[in-house]
Each structure stands twice: as structure tokens, then as C-alpha cells.
């Protein structure tokens, strides 16, 4: 049996998926990590974490452009302090949802049609962060939950 993680904090927001709240959800990112005084190093490899999993639940989760106003399609943000200044992050969408998820976190490996995505999505946020679980079930959805330690 799994011991419940102890919270300090935590805040969550629900996004409508449109490709402003990329930006907004890494000032979010930003604003919960001020309780921690984080280095420059550790926010910014945060943010950015946290910007590419928004970034595909609205671009693949629910193949939203820049045009979309999200309409009833959500991604929920959740952030959450655990003891020794661990935060845990999850980006949650309820779109397409990923058919084979260990090929999806190859690098390189994307399924946009017009070639302006890079692939290595996945790859920036296993970088940026300690631990990276992707749960997806096709037709329902995906959540992405990643741990960073900050210094
Ligand atoms: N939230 C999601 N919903 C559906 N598919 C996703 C999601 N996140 C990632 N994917 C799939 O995983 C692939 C790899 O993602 P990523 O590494 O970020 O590269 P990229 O976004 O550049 O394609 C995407 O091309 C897409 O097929
Ligand atoms: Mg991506």
C-alpha cells in the first residue's frame, strides 16, 4: 500500500485550452514557487517543464490553434509542495489521449502533420525534473505528474 504524500500547499486552476494560458500557466508556476525563494535555474527549468505538458494537452490533448477560444475543453494545472521543498506538478487534459505513451517519450517522436513541433516535448520535461509519470487511456485523456526537488 502507497503512504499518502504529506501536502504544505497546493493550488490548482482550470485552463480553458487556448494557447494564451501556456504563458499563463507558467506564471502560475512562477507565482506558487515564490512561497520556495527558488534559484533562477530551478524555476525556469520548472516553468518550462510545465509549459511544454499545457502546451500538448491543447495542441495534441485537444488539437487546438492559436485561433481557439478552448471552448468547453479544460486543462486542469495542480501544484502541490511536498516535505524537503519537493514539488509535485500535474497537467491533466480530457482529449484524444495517447495510443502507445513509451513512444510518445521518444525523442524526436511527434505526430504533428505540419512539422512545426520538434518532438522533444517530452524529452524537455524528463530533463527539467526528477520524475515523470504519463498516464493516458485513448478517447479519455492524459496526465502528466512530474517531481522536482528545488535547491
Ligand atoms: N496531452 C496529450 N494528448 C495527446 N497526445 C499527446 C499529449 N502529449 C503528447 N502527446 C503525443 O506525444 C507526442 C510527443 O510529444 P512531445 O514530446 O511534446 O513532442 P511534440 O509536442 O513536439 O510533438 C505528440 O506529438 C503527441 O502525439
Ligand atoms: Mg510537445
Known sequence: MRTKQTILNELEC??????????IARSVVGAFLSQLDPTVE???????AVSEAVTNAIVHGYR???GDDGGDCRVVLSLALLPDRVVRVTV???????EDVARARTPLFTTDP???????????IEAFS?????????GRGTKVT???KMK
Request: hydrophobic share 25%; net charge positive.
Open 14 to 23: 482550470s485552463l480553458p485550452a487556448k494557447s494564451v494560458n501556456e504563458g
Open 64 to 66: 487546438r490553434g492559436d
Open 146 to 148: 512530474l517531481y522536482k
Open 114 to 124: 505540419a512539422g512545426e513541433r520538434s518532438g522533444m516535448g517530452f524529452s524537455v
Open 130 to 138: 526528477d520524475r515523470l509519470t504519463v498516464r493516458s487511456r485513448p
Open 42 to 48: 530551478d524555476l525556469s527549468d520548472l516553468r518550462c
Open 92 to 98: 491533466k487534459d480530457k482529449g484524444c489521449g495517447i
